[in-house]
């Protein structure tokens, strides 16, 4: 129903900054939960931080609070991931997420919550 590109990935030193964006087409809407997650080589794929329509919140892994900072432009169909004090661990392909419901219960840190993704984008910080 949506289509996901992500871009804005590249190699950046520790310390360093990216903005990813993720450009949605389609059937899109602003009442779609979104979320962001990565997926290091031989690791499971885990969450970043998502946009949660029901709380009005945005949210976050431990591990990037603080550094990382989610946002969307509706007008734009565009999601962000705002990247700053990047480190080493934070290497991973980076992919946006789309949930369509709105009603049940589900978990915005659990992947298979998501309905459709798109296809990644790289990050690799370097020590």
């Known amino acids: 129903q949506v289509q996901l590109q992500e871009s804005g990935g590249g190699l950046v030193q520790a310390g360093g900054s990216l903005r990813l964006s993720c450009i949605a087409s389609?059937?899109?809407?602003?009442?779609?939960?979104m979320g962001w997650f990565r997926q290091a080589p031989e690791k499971e794929r885990e969450f970043v931080a998502a946009?949660?329509?029901?709380?009005?919140?945005?949210d976050y892994a431990d591990s990037v609070k603080g550094r990382f900072t989610i946002s969307r432009d509706n007008a734009k169909n565009t999601l962000y991931l705002q990247m700053n004090s990047l480190k080493p661990e934070d290497t991973a392909v980076y992919y946006c997420a789309v949930r369509y419901a709105s009603t049940g219960s589900w978990s915005f840190r659990r992947n298979s919550d998501y309905d459709d993704w798109g296809q990644g984008t790289q990050v690799t910080v370097s020590s």
């Open positions: 946009i949660i329509l029901s709380s009005s919140n945005a």
């Open positions: 389609g059937r899109t809407s602003n009442r779609y939960n």
